[in-house]
């Protein structure tokens, strides 16, 4: 079996891809994340997903070229229009979810898995979107004590208490929101060649 490599050391994107039961190792990629100026959230997503695949998969050793590997990327916008990153603190995690109170967020999921061996590119990107709930500061003020989401787009930890601030959730992936979309992800290994689940297709 090719070794699959996680192009990620986000501890979200490992336990998803974990669920699959297949053995992976992570690699940091090391990519410039500098927002290029008049890209949508969707191409930011999905420009990255790829550098961190192409990033990891170029580093690899000729040995290795058959190796498949999995870039992921994600962004969020409030509205359609203001984009929402991560918050990285208290205050600003605050900010982003009074913004967000009874209003519609959207990220963009983006995947890329990559094989240097043969030139394989399968590239998709998967959409979520969230309302939240009428939120007041002290529903808020005990969520982030709870969970400290300032690692989360949008600091809505939704497989963890966020999902309590949320009224509905409209997406063809429920992973996806978490950052790693396994159906998508499912897919294209079936297409690569490795099947998910002992030889189903």
């Known amino acids: 079996m090719p070794a699959l490599i996680l192009a990620s050391t986000s501890p979200y994107r490992r336990e998803l891809l974990g669920r699959l039961g ?6 940091a990629p090391q990519v410039d994340e500098t927002p290029i100026a008049g890209e949508t ?9 790829r550098a961190k695949a192409e990033a ?6 000729a040995a290795r070229a058959d190796a ?10 409030l509205d359609g229009r203001r984009i929402i990153g991560k918050p990285g603190g208290h205050e600003q995690a605050r900010a982003q979810l009074r913004a967000a109170s009874g209003r519609e967020m959207v990220f ?16 998709q990107l998967v959409q ?7 939120l007041s500061d002290t529903a808020i003020e005990a969520y982030l004590t709870a969970e400290r989401p300032y690692d989360c787009a949008g600091s809505a930890k939704a497989e963890g208490l966020g999902i ?11 992973t996806a929101l978490i ?6 992800l499912t897919g294209a290994l079936c297409r690569a060649g490795l099947p998910p689940i002992g030889g189903l297709r």
């Open 128 to 134: 979520t979107r969230v309302r939240f709930r009428e």
């Open 68 to 77: 498949l590997v999995i870039g992921s990327d994600q962004t969020a916008t």
């Open 164 to 174: 309590a601030l949320l009224a509905s959730l409209d997406g063809p992936d429920p």
């Open 108 to 123: 963009h999921t983006a995947l890329a898995l990559l094989r240097r061996s043969d030139g394989l590119v399968d590239e």
């Open 179 to 184: 950052g790693l979309p396994l159906i998508a």
């Open 56 to 61: 990891v998969a170029a580093a690899l050793p």
């Open 22 to 27: 297949l053995p992976f190792e992570t690699v």
């Open 41 to 49: 959230p969707a191409a930011a997503a999905r420009r990255l997903a």
